[in-house]
């Protein structure tokens, strides 16, 4: 084979990636139209690990880009394809999947002063990191990104889709670091990038975390609890109390403002609407729930950084205390979105619904008994947070239904069978 343009390695690297769990462009149509490698990582004569940065196109949106790791042994060996570098042969492994060449990357990161020869990556180290690397692998559990578990104590969060500008999660969790906030992970360090198209756009290609020790999935943990009612007041008072540590430090750290209340209502409304004619089971409750947004027209509502994908599952309860994690915001915005102050309700009526989503777990997820748990663990959560103000709950309350009424869509395109959880909850709402 000739290069990385070779039509066969370009074919089965696209078949890699289109069938990962990290791609978010099934289903439109794409095609890979370049693959662009960055400098070695690792450079040795019997092993190369470079990040690759794929470019997809597709018919009728922007190209997205996409980061693969990817491992290089010279000669023919079992792997995705191979490639002619300066005239050798080389096999392309997935180096996540690639145990000997993982090790030897993340060794290469944590222990050594890698530097590229082309400046296309940078390493920026905060901290030293606490151990030695005696062990990497790849965390089964991914959705959007790859974590790379390395021994006992560190974490390395590759990001798959890149974005133009830096990354959120490393911006926020270096703020909330300088703040001495103890509720989020360590970061230790990160590695930037540029993305060689034609601006050689900045991005960030990963970040270097702490590892927490014996942690607890927080909606594992609370549905089973939810699965017999066992009480979680406790649990979740202190889990609100986290989340407003957090925020005081965001809004002390980044720029407040306020925002028009009425174009939150209009958006809301807007997107009710498109709700109610996929989910016709909505319609009976539309007007309930813009009356809601209604309250908010001709009001400015204070915003700041806030966590923005805030539920149960960016949760970790630890031997220390709970951990929130992953503040990238909601995957689905645009990063100039997600960097948009928002109100800080939108983060309480995130974990509000989820609590509510954890009857889930029950046999009877909403019988009244069901209900009246997830109510009460609800009211923990706002102790431990702090109850609104008179003048700020009914922006809670809009944030609520508008945050149910896009479960009651998901539902009904997904998992039919569960969409009687958001609607109970809209029921309620009725009575309010």
Not at 26 to 40: E, V
Not at 316 to 330: A, Q, V
Not at 406 to 428: F, G, K
Request: glycine share 6%; hydrophobic share 40%.
């Amino acid at each position: 084979m000739t290069g990385w343009d070779d039509a066969t390695l370009t074919e089965r690297v696209w078949n890699h990636i289109s069938d990962a769990r990290w791609f978010s462009g099934k289903g439109r149509s794409g095609i890979l139209t370049r693959l662009m490698p960055l400098a070695p990582v690792v450079d040795e004569h019997d092993l190369k690990v470079l990040p690759v940065i794929a470019r997809v196109g597709y018919p009728d949106a922007a190209d997205e880009y996409y980061q693969l790791l990817l491992a290089l042994r010279p000669g023919s060996v079992a792997g995705i394809a191979e490639v002619a570098i300066d005239g050798r042969p080389f096999t392309v492994t997935d180096a996540t999947e690639d145990g000997p060449a993982l090790i030897a990357w993340a060794r290469a990161i944590l222990e050594g002063t890698p530097v590229a020869a082309d400046d296309s990556w940078q390493l920026h180290r905060r901290r030293a990191t606490p151990e030695p690397v005696r062990s990497a692998k790849r965390f089964g559990g991914e959705q959007s990104n790859t974590s790379i578990l390395v021994g006992d104590a560190i974490i390395i969060k590759m990001f798959r889709r890149l974005e133009p500008g830096n990354n959120l999660d490393i911006t926020v969790h270096a703020a909330l670091n300088d703040a001495e906030v103890s509720s989020v992970a360590t970061l230790y360090g990160y590695i930037s990038g540029q993305i060689p198209a034609e601006q050689n756009l900045a991005t960030d290609l990963a970040m270097i975390i702490e590892r927490f020790p014996q942690p607890h999935d927080g909606w594992e943990l609370v549905t089973d609890k939810a699965a017999d009612l066992v009480d979680v007041s406790d649990l979740v008072a202190e889990l609100g109390r986290c989340l407003r540590t957090i925020h005081e430090a965001l809004r002390q750290t980044f720029s407040t403002t306020d925002i028009d209340g009425t174009r939150v209502a209009d958006d809301m409304v807007r997107r009710l609407d498109a709700a109610v004619t996929t989910a016709p089971e909505l319609a009976p409750y539309r007007d309930t729930l813009a009356a809601r947004f209604e309250k908010l027209r001709g009001r400015r509502l204070p915003a700041q950084r806030i966590h923005g994908d805030f539920h149960l599952g960016q949760t970790l309860l630890t031997p220390h205390g709970w951990r929130i994690i992953d503040f990238e915001g909601e995957p689905l915005k645009t990063l100039a979105e997600r960097q948009l102050p928002d109100s800080r309700w939108r983060d309480v009526a995130g974990m509000m619904r989820s609590l509510s989503y954890a009857t889930s777990a029950h046999a009877r997820p909403t019988a009244p008994e069901t209900l009246a748990w997830a109510r009460h663990a609800s009211e923990a959560f706002l102790t431990g947070y702090g109850w609104p103000n008179p003048d700020e709950r009914d922006v809670l309350a809009a944030y609520e239904a508008d945050k149910a009424s896009y479960e009651a869509v998901y539902e009904t395109l997904n998992r039919p069978t569960w969409v009687d959880i958001p609607l109970s909850a809209i029921r309620a709402m009725r009575q309010d």
